[in-house]
């Protein structure tokens, strides 16, 4: 059964540009999360979409959105990219329904991005 | 709101050697409780989760943890290590919030001699 998979694996970007990420679930997964990871901040909760609805968000600002379309698959958009945004974007996906949670989830490999 | 404490930042242990690896969470109910491993420049993978019954759970790559209650810990141990299980490991805490929401805590990256 295929993995999370997320890409492009890197991406070098140049300030105020903007940048999309993709990440396709297991199949059957229907709930995506993303995270970004930083040396210094660690794993920071970005959002969660489930059945294409926003149902969770971190406190990040508006420059970072999101979507997930009707087979599951996700992306994130940054706008304006600060060299700040450098970091490792992960996606994960669930079992867990609306209103639910404890299955865990399933990482991708990550974004490696780099705002220069 | 959920947190996580992993008060150590690194540890070195000897190959055999036993493991423990420390989690302190803070939640109001009962959390989702979960350990995950990364190897460097991977994504993360779970290694075991927690919500109820048996306090000892077991998990992969022979791995279990502890809940406790009491002490609102969730510790992680292996009886004996091996060169591979050098990563960084997280343990992380989920709870209902309109979503479910995973906040980990800040890792604690564990190397092991030869």
């Known amino acids: 059964k295929a993995g999370v998979t997320q890409t492009p694996r890197y991406l070098i970007k140049t300030r105020g540009q903007q940048v999309t990420l993709s990440c396709s679930p297991i199949?059957?997964?229907?709930?995506v999360s993303w995270y970004q990871q930083t040396p210094g901040q660690g794993l920071q909760f970005l959002f969660e979409?489930?059945?294409?609805?926003?149902?969770n968000k971190g406190n990040f600002p508006g420059r970072f959105s999101g979507r997930q379309f009707s087979n599951s698959r996700s992306e994130m958009n940054v706008s304006t990219l600060e060299l700040g945004d450098s970091a490792l974007y992960l996606c994960a996906s669930s079992l867990a329904g609306a209103g639910q949670g404890g299955y865990g989830y399933t990482f991708g490999s990550g974004t490696r991005l780099t705002v220069v | 709101a959920q947190s996580v404490t992993q008060p150590d930042i690194h540890i070195t242990v000897s190959e055999g050697a036993s493991l423990e690896l420390r989690c302190n969470y803070s939640?109001?109910?009962?959390?989702?409780l979960f350990w995950y491993v990364q190897s460097p420049g991977q994504g993360l993978q779970l290694l075991l989760k927690y919500f109820s019954g048996d306090t000892l759970v077991q998990g992969i790559k022979g791995f279990e943890a502890e809940f406790k209650r009491s002490q609102s810990s969730f510790n992680l141990r292996k009886p004996s290590v091996h060169w591979s299980d050098a990563a960084e490991y997280f343990c992380a805490v989920g709870a209902r919030t309109g979503g479910f929401k995973t906040i980990f805590g800040a890792g604690t990256r564990l190397f092991v001699k030869a």
């Open positions: 199949s059957g997964h229907r709930s």
């Open positions: 979409y489930f059945s294409e609805t926003q149902r």
């Open positions: 939640y109001g109910a009962t959390p989702y």
